[in-house]
Structures are given as structure tokens and as C-alpha cells.
């Protein structure tokens, strides 16, 4: 399956990308994860990228594009891949055509998360992210057994910069004045497929396979 997630921010595109994607073996790349990770290396991209992300802005159409053209032609996605948080611009989506039609690869399908602000503000100011793995809790939501400490390996949780509830704010107002133009986008091309990104993860989960069933996608 070739897959993009699209939805607001806390709409719950990395906790299910993270399930999918051992379930059914295929690549999660997330733009968000790559440019955490660039912060951390204190790369040049890292250190560009962190002044708009700590505002709840958008990085610079240019960077991350180029990070995941030279993902997706660099992996190996014969078996699939999901993309999250990717395109968030049209430049983005634009960019995206043009790269998978030099790769010869189609998209299956655009995953659009339907969620409502309320359940993004109690989800957003409720995660808690693990150091080690960087598997997503949330306090209330997905606690982990020992307050602070991640289930599966043992390493502190902390709680994103841009978590703040100021910041949030931000990037939902960029999400509706950026982002949601591509609902349109994809579904005048057919590949958008409206899921209720309010669900309990479980629920969502078992939704999404019996999606991915009928449409054959494996
Ligand atoms: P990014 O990391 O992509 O953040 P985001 O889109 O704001 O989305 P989140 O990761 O916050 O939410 P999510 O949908 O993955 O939810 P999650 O599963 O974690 O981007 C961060 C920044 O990087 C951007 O602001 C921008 O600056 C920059 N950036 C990234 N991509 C870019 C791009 N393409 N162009 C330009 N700039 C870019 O869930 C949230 C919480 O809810 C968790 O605590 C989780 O445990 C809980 N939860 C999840 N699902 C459920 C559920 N069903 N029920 C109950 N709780 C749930
Ligand atoms: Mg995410």
C-alpha cells in the first residue's frame, strides 16, 4: 500500500502509522519524526527547521520535500509505504506528483483523519513522547503503566515544544490556512478516503483495515 495520512495536528496519523505499518510491513515517513531527528543531530537542517517548528510554522517547502524525495528514492518501497504529515502545502503535493511519476509509483490511496479541535487540544496537551523509542502516550488516552517512564523501553517520557497550548493554537490555524486545501486536492484526483480521527485508536485501527480490505490494498 502507498499511502498518504492527512489530517490535523493530534489527529492520531503517527500512533496509527506506527501500527499499520508493522502490521502490514511497509515504510512510515513522517516529516515531523525526520526533522525531530535532524534537531537532535544538530544538523544545519535541524537548526533551520527548529526556529519555525518551535513557532508552530511551517518548515520551508524546499526541506522537507527534499527529505523525502531522497527517502522515497533511496528505500526500498516495493512493499509500500505510509506518508505522514507529507504533503502539508500544495507546493508539497506538487512536488510529491512530480517525484512518485519519476519513480513510476502510484498512489493507493490519501487518508484524510476528520477530527474535531476539541479532541485535538485534549490530545495534543496530553502526549507524552518516549525518548528512547519515541512511541506516543498521552496521559488520560494512552497512559503508560508507570507515570513518566515508557512500557516498552524503560526510558523517560517528555512532552514535545510544540505542545505548548499557544503553539498549538498556531499550528492549527496554519493547518486551516495551509493544509486543508489539499482535501480538495486529492479528492478531485479520487484518492481521498474520509476516516473519523475522533475514534479510540482501537476502533480507528479495525475502520482502517476493513478500509484497506475492500479496497484490496495489502
Ligand atoms: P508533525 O510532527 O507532523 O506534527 P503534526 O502534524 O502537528 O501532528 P502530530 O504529530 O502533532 O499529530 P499526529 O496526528 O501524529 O497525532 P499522534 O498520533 O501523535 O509536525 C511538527 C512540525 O514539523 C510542524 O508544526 C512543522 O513545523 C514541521 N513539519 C512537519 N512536516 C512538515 C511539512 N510537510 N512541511 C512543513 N513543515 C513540516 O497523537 C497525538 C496524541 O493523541 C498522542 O498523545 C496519542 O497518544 C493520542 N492519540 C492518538 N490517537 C488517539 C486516539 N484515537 N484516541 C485517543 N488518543 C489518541
Ligand atoms: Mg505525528
Do not use: W
Not at 537548526?47 to 508552530?56: N, Q, S, T
Not at 517547502?61 to 504533503?87: C, Q, R, W, Y
Not at 498556531?170 to 484518492?191: A, G
Amino acid at each position: 500500500m502507498k499511502l498518504v495520512l492527512l489530517g490535523p495536528p493530534g489527529a492520531g496519523k503517527g500512533t496509527q502509522a506506527n501500527v499499520l505499518c508493522k502490521e502490514y510491513n511497509v515504510a512510515h515517513f513522517s516529516t515531523g519524526d525526520l526533522l525531530r531527528e535532524a534537531i537532535k543531530n544538530n544538523s544545519s537542517v535541524g537548526m533551520e527547521a527548529k526556529v519555525y517548528m518551535d513557532k508552530g510554522e511551517l518548515v520551508p517547502d524546499e526541506i522537507v520535500a527534499k527529505m523525502i524525495t531522497e527517502k522515497l528514492k533511496n528505500s526500498d518501497t516495493d512493499s509500500g509505504f505510509m506518508l505522514d504529515g507529507f504533503p502539508r502545502t500544495k507546493k508539497q503535493a506538487e512536488i510529491l506528483d512530480q517525484a512518485l511519476a519519476e519513480l513510476n509509483i502510484l498512489l493507493d490511496m490519501v487518508l484524510y483523519f476528520e477530527t474535531n479541535e476539541e479532541t485535538i487540544l485534549k490530545r495534543l496537551t496530553g502526549r507524552r513522547v518516549c525518548r528512547g523509542c519515541g512511541y506516543n502516550f498521552h496521559v488520560t488516552n494512552i497512559p503508560p503503566k508507570q507515570e513518566g517512564v515508557c512500557d516498552f523501553c524503560g526510558k523517560e517520557l517528555f512532552q514535545r515544544d510544540d505542545d505548548k497550548e499557544t503553539t498549538i493554537k498556531r499550528r492549527i490555524d496554519v493547518y486551516n490556512n495551509q493544509t486543508k486545501e489539499l482535501i480538495d486536492y486529492y479528492q478531485e484526483k479520487e484518492l481521498l478516503k474520509k476516516v473519523s480521527g475522533d475514534l479510540d485508536v482501537d476502533l480507528l485501527f479495525a475502520d482502517l483495515k476493513n478500509i484497506f480490505a475492500e479496497a484490496g490494498l495489502k
